[in-house]
Every structure is written in C-alpha cells, then in structure tokens.
C-alpha cells in the first residue's frame, strides 16, 4: 500500500511532498483525478492529498471515494471555498484547508488525521470481535432450538449438554453446537 498520494498540478509537488510525506515515506504523484483513482485501485494508500481544483474535476468526488475506501484525506482549495466545502465533507471526514497553507496546519491536519485512522481501526477490530462473538451466540441458539425440539431438552439441558461436548471434544462451544446441527440435518435428510 502506497504511504502518500498527492493529486495535484505538477508544479505543487515536491511543496506537497514536503509537508505531506515524511522523511523516508514514499509519495506518488499524480496530475488528474483519474490517474489518482487508477494509482489507488493499484496500490491503494493511507493519505490522499487533494490539491483543487485538478484539470479533469474539482476533487471532491475524488477526496469522498478515497475516504469511503479507509484512507485519511485532505481536500487543499482556496481558502474562501474552504468553509463551504468542509461542511458538506466533513460527513465523509474528509479533512478540508485553505490555501495558503503553513506548515504547522500541514502537520496539524496529520496529526488529526493519524489519530483518527488509529481510532476507526481499533473500532473495526471492536465490531469484528463482537460479530465473531454474535455469530457464535447464533450458532448456540439454533442448536439450542434443535435439541429443544428434537431431543425433548431444556434450554438450559441443551446448554449444559453442548458446553460438555465442547469440553469433552476439547473443542468450542460453537464448533460443538455446529456438530449438533449437522447431526440434526443429516437425520432430517
């Protein structure tokens, strides 16, 4: 994955370079909107840089597809659009400045945006624990209902009877109440 993709006129980019990418971090260059695109669908990135308006569109269509795809992005226009832009980005967070731009903004607006990478990835792995772990309780459940249903058990005989398969078999409870089911299907069949 490419570090920093800067869409920009040609002229801008080794400013864009330096304030963008760090020491020793790669920067792929690109003049339009559609050789950003082709540059990410390739290589992908986690920082796109877009400096508006580009020759092919403005950038924004371009700012709100990288943003939807994970990477952090910064939308550079002048600075009497900047307000109106950022309120109708800020939704895709996308992070938009005025030009002219410091150098302390630059680093600003990274810091911004590296901790706020760091934080949807942390939920992300959050929301992938708790769906392994609804996915699990679901398996449970049906077994649960087919033991009910099939072999006249309680919900709470039917628990106890998976949690002693899964210990036995020195196995998951879901991987245990998986056997259930498919014993269950192979006598309906």
Do not use: W
């Not at 980019?13 to 695109?37: I, M, N």
Request: hydrophobic share 45%.
């Amino acid at each position: 994955m490419a570090g920093v993709l800067i869409a920009s006129d040609r002229q801008y980019h080794d400013t864009l370079r330096t304030l963008f990418a760090g020491p020793g971090q790669g920067a792929v260059c690109c003049t339009s909107a559609g050789e950003a695109r082709r540059a990410m669908g390739q290589n992908g990135c986690e920082l796109l840089v877009v400096n508006a308006p580009l020759p092919d569109e403005f950038g924004r269509d371009l700012a709100v597809q990288a943003a939807d795809s994970g990477a952090g992005v910064i939308l550079l226009c002048p600075g009497p659009q900047a307000d109106r832009l950022a309120a109708g980005l800020e939704k895709h967070g996308v992070f938009v400045l005025g030009r002219p731009l410091s150098r302390q903004q630059a680093a600003f607006a990274l810091r911004l945006i590296r901790t706020s990478q760091q934080r949807v990835r942390a939920l992300m792995a959050q929301n992938q624990r708790l769906a392994k772990r609804l996915d699990e309780a679901r398996v449970i459940s049906r077994a649960k209902c087919v033991l009910a249903r099939y072999a006249d058990l309680s919900e709470e005989e039917a628990h106890r009877l998976i949690e002693k398969r899964a210990m036995d078999a020195r196995i998951t409870s879901r991987e245990a109440a998986l056997e259930i089911l498919q014993n269950y299907e192979d006598r309906a069949l």
